[in-house]
């Protein structure tokens, strides 16, 4: 499935949620990372980052979809990581 | 169409895209918006969204999901904005 993830943390705890991220999903921009990841991963992903969270004041969310090409992808301005297009 | 805004910018420009995406989207979490819209309401928010932003620094990525019930969504930690699950 094609996830797309967003965090809002608080700045001490950013740096570990970015390389735990970054093992699973490409990072696109500030907190935010796609990609195609199975759902085992994914609850392994979900599993370390509740280790790194403090699920009282931060808030990660994802979005799941289960086929890729149900997202349509279109970028503003800067591109902070070439990725190509989703379809 | 069911969207999901995720923005990078300059601090100084943030407080004014903040202002103009919540005229369009729900406010999910810190520079994440998600909500129906129509595609002529997504080109007017996007028009506006360039007059706001620096294209070579600011960064802005859509995600479209032609029917709502494509995306599923799941929160960990705090929901900032108290919305319902998509499904």
Redesign the interface.
């Given at each position: 499935m094609y996830v797309?993830l967003?965090?809002?943390m608080d700045k001490r705890r950013v740096g570990k949620m970015l390389k735990l991220c970054r093992q699973y999903l490409n990072w696109?921009?500030?907190?935010?990372f796609e990609g195609e990841i199975t759902e085992v991963k994914l609850k392994e992903l979900?599993a370390y980052?509740?280790l790194i969270?403090?699920?009282?004041?931060?808030?990660?969310?994802?979005?799941?979809?289960?086929?890729e090409g149900?997202?349509?992808?279109?970028?503003?301005?800067?591109?902070?990581n070439e990725l190509d297009n989703l379809i």
């Open positions: 797309i967003v965090y809002d696109i921009q500030n907190s935010v979900l980052a509740k969270m403090d699920e009282k004041t931060d808030s990660l969310i994802i979005f799941k979809s289960r086929q149900w997202l349509e992808k279109e970028v503003i301005g800067k591109e902070k």
